[in-house]
């Protein structure tokens, strides 16, 4: 905090104008401190690139389907990895993220943020901002995600879910009862005691337009009564009819839910019925119970909604309970999202769905989507991210003298996550000596893994080259290897009917030997070449049939690029050197074209630090940055910047862009040193110092 009290009155005037400005500038939301001190694993993706490393001899397999995946490593590193694999291609995200109690469940910077700490919403806060805009866009047009909370962050999540993801995309709030016992005792003893959690719910596409769950008739009949035009509609073998606006009688008509299953039925209520049979939006045929569907369009799908509270979820010590009976101990989880929790969920959506999980944790939601696919014979897929942290181990173990890599073992991934899916794909004996038989499914092992950039951008790609099979593995869910060679790898699926082929030859010319062994396969090939300049010539596979091809690694680079310029703030020393540089060229040398040239350079990362710092998006869909007039003119929309500021802006903007394309009669070294001027008042009164 600074001193006031040593600041002159001059000193003190200017920092009250500043601060009325910038009250003047701010709108509704959410506001917080800017990261004082950045997390270490975000700026590891300034200098690295984040690619997968797999783990051979943890691979199961129990079947031919396509494999699920889980991934040992930081999330923020992993999420950026998956933005190149599933960009678009997750059906539901579900994540348990540290609720910030002060009590030891949340790490920054590989310190726990205790209660005392006065910048413990604003850490977690922008821990959470990051993930989030690296979730978003791994997310399908009809993409759901679930992020779990209590109390003490429930508002502000809200909040930053609303900027990230967009107000008008939140679906509502879930419920459930996660603790059925009251106590007096060490950290829960509270006046008020808070036994229910909350779990927010977003799409991709608006609220009012979504339509991603499947209604199933139940097979169960009740009588209503009801009032008004019922509308034509056929169901079993009894035939709607007219009651009549202001006649009052009794009908039948069936009930509709989601998966039967043992005779628990999320439920249509009465209101929901209505309004399908007055929109005839209800046809069972022939008396045969039917999926239920809108009678212009058998493909698409009714909406029907959730119960805010979810009455069956269990509690979270019966999710301890059962990772205990599981694992043998609970690893120090004081708490583990039940999985009737997910299923619950879950059961909302079709059977083929993709599920993430990139706060994984003990691994409930892999389990439940094992669970589910045994019980329907459907084909769902998970990934779960989740670190390797050690729940304060780390210290008992050192004094037992124990290795750092006997440590790592200990660790929640390798100790806790890994054995629990393990345990429930091939079955498992409880603590009463039984035999709990084996849901099935199969698994691959990853650990995230970091490349360190070269100078050489060339070298660069080579390095990525040589790194990124594992990822396309991922990609491709393709995971067993065919043949290798020096310049090539061919992998093949479980069902032995698609491939990944992968070239990364730099020098010598094996691609003939590379393009006969693809001849011989028969099934859909995708195939990865190494290019220089990011372009594949597909006329090389002239005669191979059922493929397709994309370069590497440029789209990887793009993408990683892209993410760092979203989640890295521009560092304000960088700013400040170009701007001593504009200085001694502008006032010292008088050097009116390079001066402009270099303030044009500093403007345009002064106006992306200030968008940075309230939310706004630098970047354009297509990964490229946003034009800075454009951006500008965003700044001035969110009332961020004022009308003088954007004019002016607008103005050296313009002879910042005649320097930097050598039309250097458009302006003069008085306007380079107002140029100046101007960059140190938007400097000063936007507080980048």
Known sequence: MKDYFNLSKEDLLKLIEKQE?????????????????????????????PVLKRVKGKEIRTNKEEDNILIEGDNYHALTVLNYTHKEKIDVIYIDPPYNTGNNDFVYNDRYVDKEDGFRHSKWLNFMEKRLNLAKDLLKETGVIFISIDDNEAAQLKMLCDRILGEENYYGCLTWVKRTKSTNSGKAKKMVQQKIEYVHVYGIKNREEFEGFEMIYSGIEKSYPHEGKLGKCRFENLEATDYGRKKRDTMKFPILGIKPRQGKRWQVGLEEANRLIENDRIEIVGGVPKRVFYPEDEDS????????HLEDAKSAEDGKKQLGEIIGFNHGFDTVKPINLLLIILRRFKNNVTVLDFMAGSGTTGHAVLDLNKEDGGNRKFILCTNNELNGLAKELREKGMSEKEIEEYGICRRVTYPRL????????????????????????FRTDLIKKAKNKDQVRIDLTQ????????????????????DYKIFTSNKKDRFLCVYFNFQDDSFEKFLREIKKLSGKKTIYMFSIDGKVD?????????FTIEEIPQKIVDIYRRLVKMNIPIKSDHIFSDFIKAKECVFVKQEKDEGARILRIVIEKVIQKIAQNNGVNILKNNTKEEKLTILNDKLKGENIFSKVDWEENKTYIAIGNHAAHGEYSEYDLKNAENFYQHVQKIIERYNLQ
């Open 467 to 486: 790194k990124c099979t594992e990822m396309l593995c991922v990609k491709e869910n393709i995971f067993n290897l065919s043949i290798e060679d020096e």
């Open 21 to 49: 400005e910038e009250l003047k500038s701010k709108k509704y939301g959410l506001f917080w401190d800017a990261e004082r001190e950045p997390e270490q694993v975000v700026l590891d993706c300034e200098n690295n690139l």
């Open 538 to 546: 597909s006329s090389l596979f002239a005669g191979v049939d059922d």
């Open 422 to 445: 393990e345990k429930v794909i091939n079955g498992y004996k409880n603590p009463k000596g039984e035999k709990v038989a084996g849901l099935g499914g199969n698994l691959q092992y």
């Open 301 to 308: 799908e009714s909406f029907i909604p959730f119960w805010s």
